[in-house]
């Protein structure tokens, strides 16, 4: 079996089902997802292995679909939020995967407060932005972009 046999086969569902939420079309998610591996196939020289392949691969499957968006005029300010929504689920699949939790918990135990707390309270206590916000007396809107940043430097840790 070949890299690309290999590429195919393992990440084939993960790439449909991220594609699925983006655009929720079936026949355009299986579409998308061929191109995706295809030109992942072919610029798979310039991976450079610091990041998970899974979201490598999301994010040519993103840029596609975006392309595809804007030739049809296809997106809407909602399509935005489904799309980071899609992105979310994502990051959490990754967050399921043992060897990626424990690197994500080691670099939690290094994050300051209240990045540390808020991620934890999102991601594994499962809490609303608006339960977040009561429990630290802040406004929702602080919650959602306290997590975001915290989210984004486990993220460019992991990547490092």
Known sequence: MDKSDILFEKYYEDVLRF????????????ELTQETIYRAIKSIHTFKGDSDMRVWLCS?????????????????????HEIYEAEEKLFVQMVEDRETALQIHKILHELKEPYKEVFSLRVFGELSFKEIASLFQKSEHWACVTYHRAKMMIRQRLEN
Do not use: H, M
């Open 60 to 80: 040519i499957a993103k840029n596609l679909f975006f392309t595809y968006c804007k030739k049809k005029e296809y997106v809407t300010y909602d399509d935005v």
């Open 19 to 30: 594609l699925r939420g983006l655009s929720r079309d079936e026949q355009l998610s299986e």
